[in-house]
């Protein structure tokens, strides 16, 4: 029962995913404005598309892969792909986004008599060629159920995390998490070096009690105690640094509209917006541990 997909954004996320869904068996046609990222979608077997528009009045189901909230609702609003497609198809956006524009995003695909469901990844570019990334949707359990199968051609798992913009309510937090906790483990690395700890020493400790969690037992931000962290290899990404703070940026914008107090959020990305424009431009994020032990007086 392949689907005719419109895939649009065929970057370094939408790309792969778009031939995946052409691996498990659907016909995808598929846009993007640079046409360099339309010819490599092409030899993936995507059939191009003149315009966003053109792809999705043919298609069951329309997915997008964009840079940022302003991106999906100017085809959706401006540009005519809510008009072009057939009543009820289904919008899928898995751009990572402001939960407030996901939320209009969904307002005007239902507006327009059709479906919408946010649902956002985590597992980068290598999840993304692997088929291995984690979705986690935002809409109702209709449009859930109806996404499931392609969500599962292009990742392992999906959650549900409940309604319009829920997905990336729980992408945002879980950044958010991560972006405090990688500067938390961070700093103690960089105490304990000033304090004559050695590296292993704090691992061994902090790995087995209370401070265990990811940023230090997989992405451990110093080299040495977990050989696969990007610390290993000169802090390649990974996880680059500017796609964290762009995500702690939407954190942010999310806890200042909500009146939240969650003051090491928004510390987390200013330190991240600054750490991303400068050394950590083409970095993991773990590299900002780097830049803390250069501001630190030793
Ligand atoms: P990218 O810049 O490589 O891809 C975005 C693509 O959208 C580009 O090819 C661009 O030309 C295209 N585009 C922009 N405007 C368009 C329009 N109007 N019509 C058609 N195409 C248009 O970015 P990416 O790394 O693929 O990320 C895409 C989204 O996924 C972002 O929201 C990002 O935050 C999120 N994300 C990225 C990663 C990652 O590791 N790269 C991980 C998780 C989530």
Known sequence: NGKVIAFIG???????????????????LGYDVVTRSLDAAAAAG???????????????VVVTMLPSGRH??????????????????????????????????????????????????SGGVVGAEAATLTFMAGGSPDEFTAAEPLLAAMGRKSVHCGGPGAGQAAKICNNMILGISMIAVSEAFVLGESLGLTHQALYDVASTASGQCW?????????????????????????????????????????????????LGLRAAELYQAFASGDGADQDFSGIVESIRERSAN
């Open 10 to 28: 065929l970057g370094h996320m939408g790309g792969p995913m778009a031939a995946s869904l052409v691996r498990a068996g659907h016909r995808v």
């Open 46 to 60: 995507v059939t191009p598309a003149a315009s966003a528009a053109a792809c999705a009045a043919e298609a069951d």
């Open 72 to 121: 999906v609702l100017a085809l959706y609003r401006e540009e005519g792909l809510l008009d072009a497609a057939r009543p009820g198809t289904l919008f899928i956006d898995c751009s990572t986004i402001d939960v407030a524009d996901a939320r209009l995003a969904h307002e005007a695909a239902t507006a327009a008599g059709h479906r919408a469901l946010d649902a956002p990844v």
């Open 215 to 263: 940023a230090l037992t997989v992405n451990c931000p110093v080299p040495g105690p977990v050989p696969t962290s990007p610390a290993n290899r000169d802090y390649r990404p990974g996880f680059a640094a500017p796609l964290m703070a762009k995500d702690l940026g939407l954190a942010a914008n999310a806890v200042r509209s909500a009146g939240v107090r969650a003051e």
